[in-house]
């Protein structure tokens, strides 16, 4: 057969691509380049215990539906939580309780858990961040500027969610009766119910501003692509679990 070639220089496709290559390796070297401020960045709030976790969900799209889904903190009601047998409550930080990388919580943070306080008692609720507590937070510093603004205590974990289990059952050890408060799929509701927890996920962040671009851009795939093929591919599999 009649070697092809390029209709814009007559030259043989394969000499032709292979003379390419030099140039396309020095696109990819630029691209490289161009991006390793943007990837750096994004490493640091790269979780990778999530990233294994995917598996399961992957598995049971089950693993990523919350058992109660609100629009903000504002409308949790922790004595109906409370009537369904949850007796601890842990909350996520940024975009739950505050603003992102913010100690200060909002006016119906401050509201909702001065309820939960009163409800479960300050012993029995808290904070669990992949910011503050974690292994990102230096001597815990942002953990005790977040104790002292919230009120209640914050979980110090190695490991991020959702691989902190043992963290969480030292702070109360019944898992089955604690309910996880967060605005994020791939960590906290994934992890509440990998736990046998309660799921409670929030699908409006406070604010998008001060946020990070990897968190910004995740949350939206997760509400926007994930939980509806998640809802899709549970209801298919129900019958047969």
């Known amino acids: 057969p009649r070697e092809k070639r390029c209709i814009d220089c007559a030259r043989p496709l394969r000499r032709h691509r292979r003379a390419q290559r030099p140039w396309m390796f020095r696109r990819l070297v630029v691209w490289v380049l161009a991006l390793t401020p943007a990837l750096s960045t994004a490493m640091q709030s790269l979780n990778l215990d999530?990233?294994?976790?995917?598996?399961l969900a992957v598995a049971r799209p089950s693993l990523l539906i919350p058992g109660l889904s609100l629009d903000t903190v504002a409308e949790l009601d922790v004595e109906?939580?409370?009537a369904r047998g949850i007796r601890a409550i842990v909350?996520?930080?940024?975009?739950?309780?505050?603003?992102?990388y913010s100690n200060e919580p909002t006016a119906a943070a401050t509201r909702i858990?001065?309820?939960?306080?009163r409800v479960f008692g300050r012993d029995k609720c808290?904070?669990?961040?992949?910011?503050?507590?974690?292994?990102?937070?230096?001597?815990?510093r942002e953990a005790t500027a977040a104790e002292r603004a919230l009120g209640i205590q914050v979980i110090r974990h190695r490991r991020k969610k959702p691989a902190c289990v043992d963290d969480v059952e030292a702070f109360h050890d019944d898992l089955n009766t604690i309910a996880l408060v967060g605005d994020r799929l791939l960590t906290d509701v994934l992890f509440a119910n990998i736990a046998g927890m309660f799921p409670v996920h929030l699908r409006s962040?406070?604010?998008?501003?001060?946020?990070?671009?990897?968190?910004?851009?995740?949350?939206?795939?997760?509400?926007?692509?994930?939980?509806p093929i998640a809802l899709r591919l549970a209801a298919r599999r129900r019958p047969h679990e």
């Open 50 to 55: 999530a990233l294994r976790m995917l598996r």
């Open 80 to 82: 109906r939580l409370h």
């Open 91 to 100: 909350f996520d930080k940024d975009n739950t309780l505050t603003r992102p």
């Open 113 to 117: 858990v001065a309820s939960a306080v």
């Open 126 to 140: 808290a904070v669990l961040s992949n910011s503050a507590g974690s292994s990102d937070d230096l001597d815990f």
């Open 205 to 227: 962040p406070i604010t998008l501003k001060g946020d990070n671009g990897p968190a910004i851009a995740f949350r939206a795939i997760e509400n926007a692509i994930i939980l």
